[in-house]
């Protein structure tokens, strides 16, 4: 059975704070589930999958922005929560 599962994001620091190597550990993360997970933000979807997307997003995201997590999915409630450590747990809210 699919489960969808958003969470929204506010980043308390600057975006800069993502260095490759974490955002490469979040697709990673994302590529060992079985659920796609999308980033949303002003209308705009990627998927969480795709480096090339992950760097062209963190490069744009500022500080006190927020944006959508979302997870679609058998195991979309595993993946959400693993994926919102990676963005720190403070900023994560409901």
Do not use: H, W
């Not at 506010?10 to 999308?38: E, L």
């Not at 990627?46 to 944006?67: G, P």
């Amino acid at each position: 059975m699919k489960k969808i599962c958003s969470k929204t994001v506010s980043m308390t620091q600057d975006a800069s704070k993502f260095t490759i190597q974490k955002i490469t550990n979040f697709v990673n993360i994302s590529r060992s589930y079985q659920s796609n997970v999308f980033l949303c933000k002003n209308g705009v979807t990627l998927q969480a999958k795709k480096l090339s997307c992950l760097v062209t997003f963190f490069m744009m995201l500022r500080k006190d922005e927020s944006f959508l997590l979302i997870t679609e999915g058998a195991d979309a409630d595993s993946a959400i929560q693993q994926l919102l450590q990676q963005l720190t747990p403070s900023q994560a809210t409901t």
